[in-house]
Each structure stands twice: as C-alpha cells, then as structure tokens.
C-alpha cells in the first residue's frame, strides 16, 4: 500500500488526526549528504515524491501568534503542554486546487499531536491580499466545517487573540521505512520566512533565508526508534535538537523581543 504523505494527495485522501514522537536534528549539509546515503539501507523515498523535482515537495504554513508572542514563549521555555494553529498549504500559487488545511499542533509531555481539517474552496479573493483579523478572519471561518478544530479556533481568536503573524516555506525530502510502516524520516531545508498575516503574500513580500546551509532531520514514530538509526546517530555524534521552524523564522524576522 502507498504510503500517507502528509499533503493528503496520495489517493485522494489525507490523514487528519495523528499523535506520535517527533525527534530533530539538524544537520549542516556534508553531514546530510552522509547520512542520506547511509540510511539509504533502511529506508525508501515515500511514492508521492516520484519525478519530482530533487524528489521534495513545497510546504507552506502560515503560524497564527498573539502580541505577547505567547506560542512562541510557550516553545521556547519548553513547557510540555502546549498547541499553536497555523494554516497549511503545499504551494505558492493562489489559484491551485492544492488543499488547504487548518492545523492544531501541540505536545502532551513527550507525544507530539496534530488535528487538521480541509478549508473550503475560497469563492473570493479568500486569504491573500485582505488583512486579519477583519474580513479574512471571517471568510476563514466561513471556510471551515463546524467541530472542535473551529471552535477551539474561534476561542482562541477572540480569548488569546491570536492573529496570523509568521509565513513559513521549505522543501521536504520524505522517507518511509523499508520495515516498519509507522516510522517516517523527512530532510527539511530551503527554510524562509516573511512576517505577513496573508497565506499568499504576493511578491512584493520580502522573504528571509533561515539556517542557511543546514537541513532539519525530523524522525517520527510511534513506539520506538530501530536500532539501525540508534547506531547511525551514535557514529557521527549526532545531538537531538529542540528546534522549531516557527520561532526560528521569528526569531530571524525580529518578531520577538528578548525578555531575558
């Protein structure tokens, strides 16, 4: 059977619901190409990446966040309970069919949740161009099916206020394993930023490369890491990481201020 791929184009369908591990690494690039062909053993490219360009896919999240920056606190101080909702698409083109998604990502001590639901086709000019929280904010609950993705959505615009703040892209290299189907490896680079509240900011939006040269290993699984990847990582030395895509583009846009 094909493997899942997150952007839910895979047989036309999508997983909505997931809880798992989530390990990161992050890797400057001889190290990547190392590593890639090492685990080239175990592991395969998933099937949705086949004659793709560099055998990746486009990934674009825009991150939702309040004044206080209270998402980004939340990570950063490591608290083991926690949620942000950001939108996901997977490309740059406003008029693709592409789906789009509203997502909860959060963490339970050390599993790592997702919930997402589909957005509605945008029948106007939908979410690009129209600032937040006005008339987008409403199209993007018009957009979404009644449940508790929305309500707890709705809540927190109006409790937290939270506002879109932080559009993240980079290019994912996905891999399954030859052996066990719930552990999943992707190489994660060519990650940028722009502050903006819109999920299709135009041209005219003034992008950041982040971590330039490096790529960002995410391994996930469900029960336990094998032991081939166990001994790959303990022969170059390899360190997890707490990192986030979100707070480094914050941090590298200078949307937060330093506390401490």
């Known amino acids: 059977m094909p493997a899942q791929t997150e952007t839910g184009q895979q047989a036309g ?3 909505l619901h997931f809880s798992r591990f989530e390990f990161k690494y992050l890797l400057p690039r001889d190290l990547r190409e190392e590593l890639e062909t090492q685990f080239q053993y175990f592991v395969e490219l998933d099937p949705f990446v ?3 360009p560099g055998s990746k896919y486009f990934v674009r999240s825009l991150y939702f966040d309040n004044d206080q920056r209270t998402h980004y606190w939340e990570k950063e101080e490591g608290l083991k309970h926690r949620k942000k909702f950001r939108l996901r698409t997977y490309t740059k083109d406003p008029r693709s069919e592409t789906p789009q998604f509203l997502e909860i990502k959060g963490r339970h001590n050390n599993l790592v949740f997702k919930h997402r639901t589909p957005l509605a086709r945008a029948t106007g000019s939908g979410l690009h161009g129209l600032p937040f929280p006005n008339a987008t904010t409403h199209d993007l609950l018009a957009r979404l099916a009644p449940g508790p993705i929305r309500e707890q959505f709705e809540f927190d615009l109006h409790r937290r206020r939270i506002k879109p ?3 993240v892209d980079y290019r994912r290299r996905p891999y399954v394993s030859k052996y066990d189907p719930e552990f999943r490896m992707t190489f994660d680079d060519s990650l940028q930023g722009v502050a903006t509240d ?3 900011p135009g041209s005219a939006a003034r992008s ?3 971590l ?4 960002i290993l995410e391994v ?3 029960f336990h890491l094998p032991k081939w990847f166990h001994r790959l990582i303990q022969s170059t030395e390899l360190r997890r990481v707490s990192i986030s895509k979100f707070c480094a583009c914050m941090h590298a846009l200078d949307q937060v201020e330093d506390y401490g």
């Open 212 to 215: 330039p040269g490096y790529t």
């Open 165 to 167: 703040v932080t559009l």
């Open 198 to 200: 819109s999920l299709f």
């Open 50 to 52: 086949a004659g793709q």
């Open 13 to 15: 369908q999508t997983k």
């Open 220 to 222: 996930k699984f469900r």
């Open 208 to 210: 950041r490369a982040v």
